[in-house]
């Protein structure tokens, strides 16, 4: 028995609905994928430290070593960087996110002036994009740390291999730790950025 047609176009466009419905939600800006891409960062950030400090010495009657010690430490900077450019996903999320809780804020705010109740929840959102934007600058200034130690990296990359040349190897690891050192100011301020990333993320919005 073939059935209605009217029907069987009814149940097509409920469900082309309900399609669009789940891809809409799955685009709008999440605070937990932030999260995680900028956590990903970290961890990454951290592992690349992990037996840095055996690696500069083991390089040190070896300039192939030094080279590849100080490639390896540019490359990790460099994704660090990349990971927190204008166009990366990290500042795309975060930045639609401070818009949406924008107009979130706004809203609640209108709502309160009839009703009250909603004050509160429009201090929350307030409070949120506060925590938001602290961490918006935090991205931006390890963005900047970042190029600056990509172009310090870069610049004296001859230089130390200038030493391996002259067999002053110590002079050679003396610059290589100074570069692990800034690496190393940098995985903490990673650390402090996804601290942020997590307050912001735990926040509640109703109080």
Do not use: C
């Amino acid at each position: 028995m073939m059935k209605n047609p009217s029907a069987l176009l009814l149940a097509g466009l409920l469900a082309l609905a309900g399609t669009a419905g789940l891809a809409q939600t799955a685009d709008q800006p999440d605070m937990g994928r932030l999260f995680e891409k900028v956590n990903a960062v970290a961890t990454q950030l951290q592992e690349n430290l992990n037996g840095l400090e055996a690696s500069i010495q083991a390089s040190r009657d070896s300039i192939e070593k030094g080279g590849e010690v100080l490639d390896a430490m540019l490359e990790s900077v460099r994704r660090v960087h990349a990971s927190m450019a204008e166009d990366s996903e990290i500042w795309t999320e975060l930045d639609a996110l401070l818009k949406l809780w924008e107009e979130r804020r706004k809203e609640t705010l209108a709502k309160s002036e009839s009703n009250p109740a909603f004050q509160p929840i429009a201090q929350a959102w307030q409070g949120r994009l506060d925590t938001g934007r602290q961490l918006r600058n935090q991205i931006s200034t390890e963005r900047a740390n970042s190029l600056a130690l990509m172009r310090a990296i870069e610049s004296d990359r001859d230089i130390v291999l200038a030493y391996y040349e002259l067999g002053q190897a110590d002079k050679a690891i003396e610059n290589l730790q100074k570069v692990s050192a800034n690496l190393t100011s940098l995985n903490e301020n990673m650390q402090v950025i996804v601290k942020t990333a997590s307050d912001v993320q735990r926040m509640p919005i109703a109080q």
